[in-house]
């Protein structure tokens, strides 16, 4: 039963960190770069963030036995899920702390806004307004932690499918 629960939560939350980064990737593609508040090569955020966003959808919604004959492991094996859902939360909470910081920053820092739109693709809403506090902890930095733990996610399952696979036969 506790297998079930975790590829059970694990496709959930798959899913909405694919949503929110496609999601997220709606601001730029609609300002289509000539209306964000700085020069941006605009494309390259919507692209990263829709690819990250549909490769999390997709293996949200695989049958899990693709999913482990494209990582080359048993479908029954508790590393096909649990493995890219760790890296989804760390990535998750390492981002949700820095665009934390990012949006709690004083002005006079002049942190970079390429720089700032890379690591919290959010930043945007803080560069055209300023959110409360309370927008910032409950829905901006939470979509953020989404996007980055989609990445996770994605980086999780390419460690998984192009590992080398350890032997367990001896010389």
């Not at 730029?28 to 490769?55: K, M, N």
């Amino acid at each position: 039963m506790p297998g079930r629960a975790v590829r059970t939560a694990s496709r959930i939350a798959f899913l909405l960190c694919g949503l929110i980064s496609l999601f997220t990737a709606v601001p730029y593609a609609l300002l289509r770069g000539v209306d964000l508040p700085v020069q941006s090569e605009w494309i390259i955020f919507v692209v990263a963030l829709a690819l990250v966003g549909v490769f999390s959808m997709v293996v949200g919604l695989l049958p899990r036995s693709w999913i482990a004959r494209a990582c080359k492991k048993d479908r029954d094996d508790a590393q096909l899920f649990s493995a890219p859902l760790k890296l989804l939360g760390g990535f998750a909470a390492i981002f949700y702390l820095v665009a934390v910081v990012a949006y709690l920053a004083p002005h006079r820092w002049n942190l970079d806004p390429q720089l700032m739109l890379s690591l919290c693709p959010m930043y945007l809403l803080r560069i055209t307004f300023d959110p409360p506090p309370l927008a910032i902890f409950l829905l901006l930095a939470p979509m953020n932690a989404a996007v980055y733990g989609a990445l996770g996610l994605t980086l999780g399952y390419a460690w998984l499918a192009f590992a080398k696979r350890k032997s367990s036969k001896t010389p």
